[in-house]
Every structure is written in structure tokens, then in C-alpha cells.
């Protein structure tokens, strides 16, 4: 008989338990949160240029962890560490330039990294990382190089010269953009002139101001991704770009070339790093060695036609494009051409030039 009434007593107990909890889900923002918050799927924010990943592959991550992918863009290494430095936070990713890496590092902004969750780091070319700044992945994994040259239409550039001296044209005037960062026009300038672009020799720095104030009066402006368009538009005639991204309108815009200036040019690599503080920590690490996976590798440089130091990555990729010397310049240029670097206690110095030749007349 007891048992009976403890029976009964349960089932009585489940439906109603059962009634009040679905009368909580109906009535209750609290049980409400936390439903959403168990079913929703993780988000991992992602701090990087536009344009500069193959959203298949983004869209593979996320059905394979059950995440997805917020991405903020910035135009420069140097606007992204000044909203940064300003306070803007709750990234988990950064993908920036090499040199800003090795400041923001230094300034404790970043986190050094743990091989052990980053198994296919093994997969980064050796040779290269001769050369990279952070030579042994510290605190960064290599993404993409990159140089930055000259993008134009061939139907409307009449004699095109591969000199940074293009920029001096008077026929071209308001039909020529600038990247909108520092380091890129001061160095071009800089390479101009015959020098190294990471020069700290006050006279050399103030020649090449002298220079890009002279190369202002005739570009329309300094942009980066509004002169992508513009280009491929008919708007500008001749822009200084990254060889990737010239490459990505050249597909859809067969008028269009692309040439390493003779002087030579930047040579960066951008790198993937984790920020000090990141909510989503496991999650970075997953996705950058996501993005190391050879086939996943491989199909980012199709999409994005820059040249990862990936070496069983680079095997999978056609020769016509290994060899392509916009994807990576020719000897003659490279021997030319520099490594941007982190040039420590002169970065004031190319802020203040900076700003005189964006106030110039």
C-alpha cells in the first residue's frame, strides 16, 4: 500500500514539476537566458583586413566547432593598434603585420603562444621563419606575405613604367591613390630615394616627406579599400596596392596589371596572434591551427591569392601560380626590397612626418 501511495505521490510530483517548469519557460527572461545560452553556438571576434579570407573555409570552422565567426576590418596596422590602444576589446584574434606584432607584444598586448594546442605549426615553411621576426612562433604564426606595388588600368595608363615615380605623372592627377598607411608610402618614398625603407636617419625621412607631399598634389587620395573599387570601376587609373588584392580585380577585370616598382618594395607577413585577455582563448587557437591545415591553407591562397609560407600548403598550389611574380616578386626586386620593421624609438618620428604630409597643401 505505501508504495502505491508513493507512486502516485511521484507522478503526482513530475507533472506538476513538469508544469511549472514549462509555465517558467513561458514566464520566465531568466530561464529564458539560460536556455539560450546553453543552445547558442560560441562566438570567436576576429580583428583583421577585409577581404583577406576565403569565407568557405569560415564557414567550415564554424560547422566544425559550432561557433561562428564575428570579423571587425581595419585599413591599417596602425588605425587597428590606435582603436586598441583607445580601448576597443573582447577580440580573441588579431591577423596584423609582423612589425606591429613585435610592438604590441613588447607592450604585453598579445600572448605568447602554446605549440601543444597549435599541432600543425610544423607546417610553416622553416626558410622563411629564417627571416620572420618572431623566428621561433613565440608569440605569432605566419598568415600571409605580402609587397605592396602598383595596380592599373592598362587601357588608360599610357607608358607605364614599374617606378614608384608614377606617381609624380601630372596627367594622371585626382586618377592615382596612396595606400592610407604610413610605413607603406613613407617606405615607397624611401625606396625611391635609395634608401632602406626602415631608415631612422632624420635627412633621409625628411627627403622622402618632401617626396610624398609632392605625390600628393596629384592622387585623389589615401585609401585602401574604396581604391580597390574605384579602380576596378574606371574611377582611379593607378593605385598603390598589395599584390593579392590586385590580383583578386585583375580576375574580375582583365584591363587591370599589376607591377613590383624597380626600386623595389615593402615585403611584410602578416601573422596570427591571440590578445591578452581573450574571452574565447581555446577557440583562437583551434582556428589558427585550423588555418595551417594544408588543404584549408590552400584554398585561402585561391581565394585570397597571397602566398602563405605553408610548405605542404604551397606543394598542393599550381605552378603557374608559385611562380606568378605577382604573388612574390623576382629576384632582381627582392634584392631590392625590405622587410617592414619594427623601428622602436623612431616611431614617433614617422607619426609626426605622417601627420605633416596628411596636413600639407
Known sequence: MKKKIILVVSIVMIAALTACLNCSNQNSPEIESLSTALSAPKELKVFMYADYINPEIVKDFELRNN??????????????YAKIKAGAAGYDMYI????MIKLMFEQKMIQQLDHSKIPNFINVDTEYLQIALDKNMDHSVPYMTSFAGIAYNAEKVKDFKPSWKMFERADLKKRMTLLNDHREVIGAALKTLGFNLNSKNEKELEAAKQLVIKWKKNI?????????????A?????IHAYNG???QFMKENPKLAFAAPEEGTTLSCDDMVIPAGAKNMELAYKFIDFLLEPEVCAKNMEFVNYLSPNTPAKLRMPKEFIENPAVWPKPEILNKSNIIEDIGDANPMYSRIWDEIKEAK
Open 67 to 80: 561557433c561562428k565567426i564575428i570579423m571587425d576590418y581595419f585599413d591599417s596596422n596602425e588605425s587597428m
Open 96 to 99: 596584423c603585420t609582423s612589425y
Open 220 to 232: 585623389a587620395k589615401f585609401d585602401v579599400d574604396e581604391a580597390k573599387r574605384g579602380l576596378t
Open 234 to 238: 574606371g574611377e582611379f587609373y593607378l
Open 245 to 247: 588584392d590586385a590580383l
